[in-house]
């Protein structure tokens, strides 16, 4: 079998209906859920609804389409584009159907396929751009599906954007040759400063920088987009990072990055691993600093993905230094931190009414000293604390909590691998906490919560931390047995 495309026997087009009228005849809800539909266009709305329900009374008063309050009449299709037969009535519906051929004007039967001329789209609508999704009426389901999927991949600004390139489109034709230099202005438009300004809501920004692009021949300056990639599964990034991972023309990537986030970059985007994991050759943080610095002074779109959230323990406090330093433009892009990850997988609640009101986010590192960290006396008052980095401090933060006056009692959960299937969990209390440092069988990442919430979390698939209190070094080789 080839896989050759069968083809279309409906093929679609764009229909000018600017000032033009729309024909509906229908009372109910399939006359409405079109004319939500062509209501997307300046089409004018000619509903002829005898006795409309409720819903479609109230779209028509909003919406300001034409109201025809009469029994069905071949006469109300005149002069229309389209004519849609939405009665609910097959009779009916055939009489318009007859109507609109004798005045060859194309028309739709809702739901009944074989009296139509053309069919209507799943539309995504980012005017003046649109996306039409056709199945020849095969799939309405299939067609809302796939809507919704085109709809996540495309910026709600897009339409803003493709408005802003009409305006230029005749200033782009008289200053620069047909072909490469237009082609690159035009490049330099969609994924360079004017769309990352409307983006960010900052039209005359946008107008400012597709200015400067058409005047000066400078290559586009670099963008570096610090980008959490979430705390491990893949589905947990945001849309905005899969769109700057889609345009992207280098990735530089931490170890803890997921291999599956990065693959989603654009398929010709290089990738630059400069994460800090055993084993892998990695940069230092001035080395990684200069990598940025020199990316973006060569004019390239940069995603410097991080773990979890970017300014979490992610080190950006001095990439985002340096390119300030450096006149280089960059923006954040937010990600699920692993706290968060860890709390959903417990299904522990991270504040607790009449429990619990305040978090911290700790490294618990900084107890080396002989004064409390304010972290562990906001613990001591009923502060959830998430520890990062914590395993190889978790006899020193538990004992020092205890000596502080935090009960031994207190609730602790521990998630190694958090988000991802491989994920374990733990719970236990503070006394227990220590025990953490001796697992060797634990070898992904780790985020310790401790805290009263704690004890709101769901402890059905997790395991006793103390189970391996006193095992120290054998761990490994009694893993997964039970007390
Ligand atoms: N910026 C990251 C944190 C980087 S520090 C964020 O916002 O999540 C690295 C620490 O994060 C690890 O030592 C571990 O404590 C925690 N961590 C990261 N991913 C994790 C995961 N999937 N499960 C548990 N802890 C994780």
């Known amino acids: 079998m080839s896989h050759a495309p069968s083809k279309l026997n409906a093929f679609p087009v764009f229909v000018r209906v600017e000032g033009a009228v729309a024909a509906i005849v229908g009372n109910g809800e399939e006359a409405l859920a079109k004319a939500r539909l062509i209501g997307q266009s300046s089409a004018v709305l000619r509903i002829i609804a005898d006795d409309a329900e409720p819903g479609l009374l109230t779209f028509i008063a909003q919406s300001g389409a034409v109201h025809i309050e009469a029994a069905y009449d071949g006469v109300h299709l005149e002069g229309a584009v389209m004519v849609f037969a939405a009665t609910g009535t097959e009779a009916l519906d055939r009489r318009v159907v007859a109507d609109a051929r004798l005045l060859r004007i194309p028309v739709n039967a809702v739901d009944r396929p074989e009296l139509c001329d053309f069919f209507t789209p799943a539309l995504v609508n980012r005017a003046p751009v649109a996306i039409a999704i056709g199945t020849e009426g095969a799939g309405p389901v299939l067609a809302q599906m796939l809507r919704g999927r085109i709809d996540r991949m495309l910026s709600p600004s897009l339409g803003a954007l493709a408005a802003l390139a009409a305006s230029f489109r005749g200033a782009a034709e008289k200053l620069l040759p047909k072909g490469n230099a237009r082609r690159r202005f035009w490049n330099d438009f969609f994924a360079g400063a004017p769309a990352r300004a409307v983006e960010a809501g900052q039209l005359s920004q946008a107008h400012d920088a597709a200015v400067d692009l058409l005047l000066s021949n400078a290559p586009a ?110 923006e954040v892009v937010p990600g699920v931190t692993a706290a968060f990850a860890a709390a959903a997988d417990f299904e522990l609640p991270l504040t607790l009414r009449g429990v619990s009101s305040s ?70 209390t503070l006394a227990d906490l220590p025990s953490l440092e001796a697992r060797v069988d634990l070898t992904g990442p780790v985020m310790t919560i401790i805290g009263d919430a704690v004890a709101g979390a769901n402890f059905e698939r997790s395991e006793p931390l103390a189970a391996h209190k006193h095992e120290g070094a054998s761990i490994a080789a009694t893993e997964g047995v039970q007390p």
């Open 359 to 428: 978090m911290v986010f700790t490294t618990g590192h900084d107890l080396k000293g002989n004064s409390l960290p304010d972290w562990a006396k906001l613990a001591i008052s009923g502060a959830t604390v998430a520890v990062y980095m914590g395993r190889s401090v978790a006899a020193e933060v538990a004992g020092r909590l205890i000596e502080a006056g935090l009960s031994p009692d207190t609730a602790v959960a521990v998630v190694e691998n958090a988000s991802l299937r491989n994920r374990r969990r733990f719970h236990g």
């Open 221 to 330: 300056l670099g963008h570096i987009a610090l980008v959490g990639a979430g705390p491990g599964a893949e589905d947990l990034l945001t849309l905005r990072a899969h769109r700057l991972l889609m345009e992207a023309d280098v990735i530089v990537y931490d170890a803890l990055v997921p291999e599956a986030v990065v693959a989603m970059g654009r398929r010709d985007a290089e990738r630059l691993a400069v994460g800090k994991r055993k084993g892998c050759h990695s940069k230092s943080q001035a080395e990684i600093n200069a990598l940025l610095v020199e990316l973006g002074r060569e004019g390239k779109r940069v995603v410097r993905l991080k773990s979890g959230d970017p300014l979490v323990f992610g080190r950006a406090g001095e990439e985002m230094a340096v390119l300030r330093d450096a006149g280089i433009a960059y």
